[in-house]
T-cell receptor
Framework: AQKVTQAQTEISVVEKEDVTLDCVYE???????LFWYKQPPSGELVFLIR??????QNEISGRYSWNFQKSTSSFNFTITASQVVDSAVYFC?????????????FGKGTKLSVKP | DSGVTQTPKHLITATGQRVTLRCSPR?????VYWYQQSLDQGLQFLIQ???????AKGNILERFSAQQFPDLHSELNLSSLELGDSALYFC?????????????FGQGTRLTVV
């Protein structure tokens, strides 16, 4: 069955520290997509990245980077030099393949608190 | 701003009542998804519509129903409300269907059942 696990429930760091959010997924499909979303205190869900299962190249976008490893079924997210504005709940999600089209399976989320 | 509009932003109602949540997708998007975010269940997919037709169903209760209208806006109807239905309900839209399309989320409707 498809599943996304974010083992870290809460993380607290001090500004300028680097932080990595872990995501482990399970799927029986060979073609799938992985996503990260950010939910700031205001509540909306903000799309951060999409990665398909055939592209294991790491991606960097400013202070954000993502490490996708199929061998360990992981899609980890690193924030470099964290800032207070990074405080939010971060969700990893998997795009389900069987019998459905495009709906997402979310992990439970990791709440990141960045203290000044 | 994702371009997905949900109304109302907040809703407080009593147990046993019925409410309707509304979603306007981004311009050009044909797919609409509904998700429920609760403290105990997390973010769960409820249902998807594509161009007016139901495409996929998740953990949606029988007391809940949805539809997508010809102008592509969607409504989620929740009836016989229970305290446990209190949650944040998100609508998302995407251009098409398929696992490679990214979904953009609205700001959500926070439903409180008292």
């Amino acid at each position: 069955a498809q599943k996304v696990t974010q083992a870290q429930t809460e993380i607290s760091v001090v500004e300028k520290e680097d932080v990595t959010l872990d995501c482990v997924y399970e799927t029986r499909d060979t073609t799938y997509y992985l996503f990260w979303y950010k939910q700031p205190p205001s509540g909306e869900l903000v799309f951060l990245i999409r990665r398909n299962s055939f592209d294991e190249q790491n991606e960097i976008s400013g202070r954000y980077s993502w490490n996708f490893q199929k061998s360990t079924s992981s899609f980890n997210f690193t924030i470099t030099a964290s800032q207070v504005v990074d405080s939010a709940v971060y969700f990893c999600a998997l795009s389900e393949a069987w019998g459905s089209q495009g709906n997402l399976i979310f992990g439970k989320g990791t709440k990141l608190s960045v203290k000044p | 701003d994702s371009g997905v509009t949900q109304t109302p932003k907040h809703l407080i109602t009593a147990t046993g009542q019925r409410v309707t949540l509304r979603c306007s997708p981004r311009s050009g998007d044909l797919s609409v998804y509904w998700y429920q975010q609760s403290l105990d269940q997390g973010l769960q997919f409820l249902i998807q519509y594509y161009n007016g037709e139901e495409r996929a169903k998740g953990n949606i209760l029988e007391r809940f129903s949805a539809q997508q209208f010809p102008d592509l806006h969607s409504e989620l109807n929740l009836s016989s409300l229970e305290l446990g239905d209190s949650a944040l309900y998100f609508c998302a839209s995407s251009v098409g269907t398929g696992k490679n399309t990214e979904a953009f989320f609205g700001q959500g409707t926070r439903l409180t059942v008292v």
